[in-house]
């Protein structure tokens, strides 16, 4: 599904290989736990990259490539881009409210084990499914409602695209003191 805002793209390496995901999930947050404990994946999105954090993973390399892909084909440009991603690994009480995503050229997101979930924006709202990618222009207010109660985690890979200019404006807002979690694509 195509939309001049957004891109809704399905990935059959995740739905073919959805209890592999799973399980790369789980041994990826057992890592970010160690080197993160008692912190949310979520909210430490600033602090590494869900792409390092998985290294060893043939699963997450293939992964990646096909969000490079993506990426490459919805802002449709040559210039330098930078990948942030995180794991967001949510108890039902944890999913995420109203928010948007700032200096940045793209948002997106994959659904690994997104349960009966669906991500509402302001105009418009999509069905988390596996295997299910989206990706949409920044400052889109979005949040997720859940749709059936869920014991285990709710488990989806976000992004965020930077290009040089979102650098420098990081930058001015931060000084050094900005996040390490970008990666070349």
């Not at 330098?80 to 948007?100: C, T």
């Not at 793209?106 to 299910?132: Q, R």
Request: net charge negative; glycine share 4%.
């Amino acid at each position: 599904m195509t939309n001049l805002d957004y891109e809704i793209h399905h990935l059959n390496l995740i739905s073919d290989n959805h209890k592999d995901f799973l399980m790369e999930c789980i041994k990826g947050k057992d890592r970010f736990d160690i080197f993160f404990p008692n912190t949310s994946s979520t909210w430490t999105y600033d602090s590494y990259n869900v792409f390092s954090l998985t290294s060893g993973s043939e699963f997450f390399y293939k992964l990646y490539y096909e969000i490079q892909k993506i990426v490459r084909g919805y802002v449709k440009v040559e210039e330098p881009l930078w990948l942030q991603s995180w794991m967001n690994f949510h108890k039902k009480e944890e999913v995420l409210d109203w928010h948007d995503h700032e200096c940045c050229i793209a948002h997106g997101y994959v659904s690994i084990n997104p349960h009966n979930t669906k991500t509402v924006f302001e105009d418009f709202e999509v069905d988390n499914e596996v295997g299910k990618l989206y990706i949409g222009k920044p400052y889109m207010k979005h949040k997720v409602v859940i749709e059936e109660e869920f014991d285990s985690p709710r488990i989806t890979i976000a992004f965020d695209v930077i290009n040089l200019d979102n650098y420098k404006e990081l930058r001015e807002k931060f000084g050094n003191n900005i996040n390490l979690s970008h990666i070349p694509i």
